[in-house]
């Protein structure tokens, strides 16, 4: 590199060519001419020849090492070998010292004709020459690292100003220059991740006086067309300047009207960061002279920033625009309530006690010796065992262990010192190799349980582990050591911040609670412990809410407002200055912010004095969104208000929303649902615009329905209902439940399967045959021509489009073409509200045939979940629950739990007493009969010891299948009857299948009934009361201590497995029983019974053991680990067992399978080598067995002594299945990881 550095600049340019040799080597000496003295210019043509040809360019790319590349397209090392990119890195760095500015434009011309024919780079700007282009992506993206640690200026390029590069373009054109501020900032055809690699361009010398000197043309860039993420530039600089913000005010609040959200919450955040007498006037200017969108805008903005409402009434008073108007008067209405939130009692934030840093006894130090030692020991093991079985990680083994024997006595000495404060990492590593790992200060908490031992102790200890590398230091403490719970999040930061090992202290903890919610339920019972950190950081909600801009930009995608408001909830009083803002949002479009600042705003008193005047808003969406708010309220005295914006209302959605509010406040609507008063209504909607996401459906198909009296309902009416729900959008929309309801029982079936049924066909259809071949008729002429292209520049990437045949692409395209969807029905998934009466059984059949052959349509199965979920049917609900317990995508298992969690609460029980008190029973009676009424006949049908169906005559005679009608029976009778048991055999295979589930999983979680639940809801049921006599029992005392162990016998009897009869304690509790909680003799004396009577077990529960968790470290059980497979043997056991296949990660690949409780919120995981789709029977290794709250998430493991026994037991046995299927451990196990 010396060498390099002393070069001439001729050689120094023939050296940074000098790769182009290989294709010709009369280049370099020809470009260089050129370059310093505009000789040879045909070089030029004769090089845009060579970029002609796409290889050509592939290659050169590659010999100049990547030119205009990113900065990761070579490495570090290279960059310390290779001549040719040193050569650039110099020259930029020598730049005007060495070379003419017109050299250096010749430089880049000849440079830009292979930027030029590249299809790897993004034209940021058109407006400025190419060869500035390549200038400003080689001199500043690709010969600079990606990361500097100054922020003002550029190391390696201080001889660049922005004034330069003026010059070159009035070089090259007079009035060129004026270009340059526009390309510095563009940033089209640019991804928002590639943002950082233009770090550099707005760090050039001289650019804030450059802008400042063109601040009108500066104000400009965005309606000259500079792209959204230029304009996010833009605002990122200004951000930077104090001075240049005070210059910007007009134009900041211009950009608070930008269309893009990240730019209008920049501009936003930028401008409240700015002094109120700055910002006020020039708001108030545009409140009464600027366009009728920035007078609204500015209505709202001074909302958020005055106390005093005079300016805006003033306004109001002068202005004739109503869209102004309505903003000016919300303003008012949220200034009201700000004002009105003051009344409360002043937030006083408690003092905190600060943590003492007591240093640890002397004892400690032999702590730190023990655990050294062992730990040593057990280093020295592994490798041995490693060198024993020949594994690949010996070398590995031997390195680790040579580290830990170079700490001597002394060091571990220094190591005591440090964990008690008395010399500092720095100084520490001075001593010791950083990369040793000092996880054996930790290990069986010995350290921990010192009483000294304090938060001091511990983040000095992490902070060792992590090696300086702290960023996901907090989220670690938080996992692994319950303790940090206890104390607050002051305490905490002032630990961390006299310690002194995290940069960005405040940012480091608050991070955790604004990007999501996972933290917060620790603080739920002591919710000081959080807000107070909040309340003495307000700039930390400033920022997360834009009322100040974000200064760790790098997490502006990262922060939830969700979450910043979730965390003022717990305020015990809302700051004043966020409160108009939370009322905006609470009335705005986004449902997750809406909910989120509802939920916090109850709190406020009279608050829905504010929300009933937001019931004349010009907007129907904030009217319907007001309603509905009202209605969660629940105040009583709002009632007026609604009846009284009812009457006024001309829009139907805001109507259906504001006599749902009525009705859920117990208000009689029964005069908006007579006959008269629907028909009314029908024909009016129907007179409007049909909505456009109804073109498909056909009105002429409608059955002929019935009200509950037994008169015909006007056809009209049904289809208003219909066109209402497409425009409400609610699947679940409570109006149209209710007038569904109206409807007799059969209509409400016969609505609900045509609705349901019509939504489906529409959703799921696809081409035929002849669209499809018509679509690769048109089409296939032209793929085959870019397929031909494509191979012609890219051959070694496309070897498979060689000699590819007409027929080939045109089979090609009508597979594609008969496998894709033709259309949506989603967009109508309001219609879904009115299938609320369907049957449960014919519902539960279409769901679960939709959700297996159409799984990835997400949305519609939410959809149809959430309407459903509106019934009381059994079977319904039963369908629920069992979602709920194990779905293949989490999405909709999460929503089926949220719709049981409603259903539960709706009718006042947890979601296990609504699983017992909602199991269907294929229509038997009490005495396990379905009677079949033929009219004349009667036959009957029950279950025998297999649950197999068997039919009897009116004599008791065993008959194999229903007859036929004679002559004098209704034959719709007879079909009706014959129908009935159709559905009732479906239902029992659905029903047995659900409950043995639901019982396995019951065992596992050792779920405890109430003796009285259960001889009320499961002992009597004709269908479950005969299942759980195929389970042995346990009866629990009131401490969770065994009393008996018993079956349910045919009879009725309980009995032990000596036989004796017992009575159950009605005080006492039942759970199903299992060998991980009782004795050896007894699992040995139930096994031997249950094979006297001949009890065929719904599921085993004697033959799965605990393991030996002393065998077991980090709470990962990994007995077998390496034995050898393959890949279908291991998906077949584990399938069968109830497995899930993980999440496919990059590449298609996954490594392991889970098996989800819903009950416990624990996924069993069982890992492996992996494999990959479309899967293929390849060899495979068992790898490890775990549990957590996250499927395969490994560092999130539970402890297993924290497990429930059962649960523990079951997957330790669904590991050692898989095992036992194994060929046996391979030594080249490794060898066979993907």
């Known amino acids: 590199m010396n060498e390099i550095e002393q070069l001439s600049p001729e050689q120094l340019i023939n050296t940074i060519f000098n790769p182009l040799s290989e294709l010709d080597k009369s280049l370099p000496e020809r470009v260089t001419q050129y370059i310093l003295h505009s000789d040879e210019i045909d070089v030029l043509a004769d090089f845009d020849k060579l970029c002609q040809n796409s290889a050509n360019v592939d290659k050169i ?62 034209r940021i700007s058109e407006q400025i020459p190419s060869w500035l282009r390549y200038l400003l992506y080689d001199g500043l993206i690709t010969t600079l690292l990606s990361y500097s640690e100054n922020k003002d200026k550029i190391e390696g390029r201080e001889n660049w100003s922005i004034q330069q590069l003026h010059q070159f373009l009035e070089i090259e054109q007079a009035g060129l220059g004026e270009k340059l501020l526009f390309a510095i900032f563009e940033r089209q055809n640019i991804f928002e991740d590639y943002l950082p690699d233009f770090q550099y361009f707005t760090r050039l010398n001289g650019l804030l006086t450059y802008i400042q000197e063109r601040i009108d043309l500066f104000k400009q860039l965005p ?18 300047y104090p001075q240049l913000q005070l210059q910007l005010v007009d134009f900041l609040i211009m950009q608070t009207l930008n269309t893009y959200k990240q730019v209008s919450q920049s501009a936003t955040a930028i401008l409240f960061s700015l002094p109120l007498d700055i910002v006020q006037p020039q708001l108030q200017h545009f409140l009464t002279s600027g366009s009728v969108k920035l007078r609204t805008n500015a209505a709202i903005l001074l909302s958020r920033i005055i106390s005093e409402p005079t300016i805006l009434q003033q306004a109001l008073t002068n202005e004739t625009n109503k869209p102004v108007i309505a903003a000016l008067e919300s303003a008012l209405l949220k200034l009201e309530i700000a004002n ?74 220094d190591i005591f010192d440090y964990v008690n404060g008395k010399i500092n990492l720095s100084a520490l590593f001075k001593k ?84 999501n919610d996972y933290y917060h339920d620790i603080y739920e019972n002591e919710p000081y412990k959080l807000w107070t950190f909040f309340a003495e950081n307000e700039f930390l909600i400033d920022e997360a809410l834009g009322f100040a801009p974000l200064q760790i930009t790098q997490f502006y995608n990262c922060i939830d407002k969700v979450c910043a408001i979730k965390i003022l909830k ?67 005295s709002s009632i007026k208000a609604l009846n009284a914006a009812l009457k006024k209302e001309k829009r139907e959605t805001v109507q259906a929303a504001i006599l749902v509010a009525l009705e859920k406040m117990g208000e009689d609507i029964s005069q908006h649902l007579t006959q008269k008063k629907l028909l009314v209504d029908a024909q009016k909607g129907l007179k409007g615009k ?69 939504f489906i066909n529409k959703d799921t259809r696809k ?153 269907s029973t294929a229509g038997l009676d009490d005495n396990g009969l379905l009677i079949l009424d033929y009219g004349e006949r009667t036959f009957t049908a029950s279950l025998d010891e297999q649950f197999k169906w068997q039919l009897k005559n009116a004599d008791g005679e065993k008959i194999k299948a229903l007859p036929e009608a004679r002559k004098n029976e209704n034959p719709e009778l007879v079909k009706e009857a014959k129908k009935q048991f159709s559905n009732s055999k479906k239902e029992l295979n659905q029903l047995i299948k659900m409950q043995i ?121 990994d007995e077998r680990l390496g034995w050898l497979t393959d890949s279908f043997t291991l998906r077949g056991i584990l399938k069968k067992l109830g497995y899930e296949r993980d999440d496919i990660e990059y590449g298609g690949y996954f490594f392991g399978y889970h098996k989800y409780f819903s009950s416990l919120n624990i996924y069993i995981n069982i890992e492996f080598s992996g494999s990959m789709l479309p899967e293929e029977n390849i060899p495979v290794v068992l790898s490890n067995l775990s549990f957590s709250t996250k499927k395969g998430f490994e560092d999130k493991v539970i402890a297993l002594d924290k497990l429930p026994k059962v649960l523990l037991a079951e997957g330790y046995a669904n590991y050692m299945a898989v095992a036992n299927a194994c060929s046996g451990f391979d030594p080249n196990w490794k060898d066979k990881l993907l």
């Open 997 to 1117: 589930s639901r019982f396995y999983e019951a065992m596992c979680a050792q779920r405890q009934w109430r003796v009285e639940d259960w001889q009320k809801y499961l002992q009597p049921h004709p269908i479950v009361g005969r299942l759980i006599q195929r389970l042995v029992w346990l009866e629990l005392d009131n401490n969770g201590q065994i009393v008996n162990s018993f079956r349910l016998t045919e009879d009725g009897s309980l009995i032990t497995n000596q036989d004796n009869e017992i009575l159950l304690d009605q005080n006492h509790f039942i759970t199903v029983a299992h060998s991980a909680l009782l004795s050896s003799d007894d699992i040995t004396q139930w096994q031997m019974h249950l094979k006297d009577y001949k009890i065929n077990p719904l599921f085993e529960q004697f033959s799965a053991l605990l393991p030996d968790m002393s065998k077991f470290k980090d709470d990962v059980i």
């Open 432 to 515: 010791l190799d950083n990369k040793i790992g000092f996880y054996f200060l930790l290990i069986n908490n010995r350290l921990l349980n010192i009483p000294e031992f304090s938060l001091f102790h511990l983040f000095r200890i992490r902070g060792l582990i992590h090696n300086q590398n702290y960023t996901n230091f907090f989220e670690k403490i938080y996992e692994n050591y319950d303790v940090i719970k206890k104390f607050e999040l002051r305490q905490i930061t002032d630990v961390l911040k006299k310690i002194n090992i995290i940069p960005n202290v405040e940012y480091t903890i608050a991070l955790k609670f604004l990007t």
């Open 61 to 122: 790319y590659d010999l100049l090492r990547g030119p205009y590349g990113r900065f990761s397209s070579w490495d570090e090392c290279e960059l310390k070998t290779n001549a040719s990119i040193q050569g650039r890195i110099d020259f930029y760095k020598l730049w005007t010292d060495a070379y003419t500015p017109e050299q250096i434009i010749r430089y880049a011309r000849f440079s830009a004709i292979l930027f030029d024919h590249s299809s790897q780079i993004k």
């Open 223 to 240: 309606s000259l067309g500079l792209a959204p993420l230029g304009q996010v530039e833009q605002l990122n600089f200004i951000q930077r």
């Open 340 to 413: 009105a939130a003051k009344q409360q009692a002043h937030l006083v934030i408690p003092d905190f006690e600060p943590i003492i840093d007591t240093p640890l006894p002397i004892t400690a130090r032999d702590v730190i010796q023990q655990n050294f030692d062992e730990f040593l020991i057990k280093c020295k093991k592994s490798l041995q065992k490693a060198i024993e079985e020949n594994k690949e990680n010996i070398r590995s083994w031997e390195e680790y262990c040579k580290k830990l024997q170079s700490l001597t006595s002394n060091s571990l000495d």
């Open 767 to 919: 081409a035929t045959l002849e669209e499809a071949e018509a679509k690769a008729n048109s089409e296939a002429d032209i793929r085959l021509q870019q397929y031909i292209a494509v191979y012609k520049n890219y051959l070694h990437l496309y070897p498979h489009f060689n000699n590819i045949t007409y027929e080939q692409v045109f089979d090609e395209i009508k597979k594609e073409t008969l496998a894709a969807y033709v259309g949506s029905a989603i967009k109508a998934k309001g219609m879904l509200a009115l299938i609320t009466g369907i049957e449960g059984r014919v519902a539960v059949s279409l769901l679960r045939s939709f959700m297996k052959n159409h799984y990835i349509r997400r949305a519609q199965i939410e959809a149809m979940l959430e309407s459903l979920a509106n019934s009381d049917d059994p079977m319904i609900i039963q369908l629920l629950l069992s979602l709920a317990r194990r779905y293949r995508m989490a999405s909709i298992q999460e929503k089926a739990r949220y719709l049981v969690e409603s259903i539960a609460e709706r009718l006042g029980w947890t979601t296990d007493e609504l699983a017992d008190r909602t199991i």
């Open 690 to 758: 049909m909505p456009t996401d109804l073109n498909w459906f056909d009105f002429n198909l409608i059955p002929t329905l019935t009200w509950q009296n037994g008169k015909a309902v006007d056809p009209q009416i049904i289809q208003w209902w219909i066109c209402l729900a497409v425009k409400l959008k609610d699947p679940a929309n409570p109006l149209l439940i209710i007038y569904t309801r109206l409807l007799s029982n059969q209509s409400q079936q016969q609505l609900g399967i045509f609705i349901l049924q019509s």
């Open 570 to 636: 717990l305020f015990p009083s809302i700051p004043v200055k966020y409160v108009a803002y939370l009322f905006e949002l609470a009335l705005g479009e986004s449902k997750q912010l809406r909910y989120a600042a509802q939920d916090a705003l109850k709190l406020l008193p009279n608050i829905h004095n504010q929300v009933e005047q937001a019931l004349s808003s010009p907007k129907q969406e904030v009217r319907i969104v007001a309603a509905n708010w009202l209605a969660e309220l629940g105040k009583k």
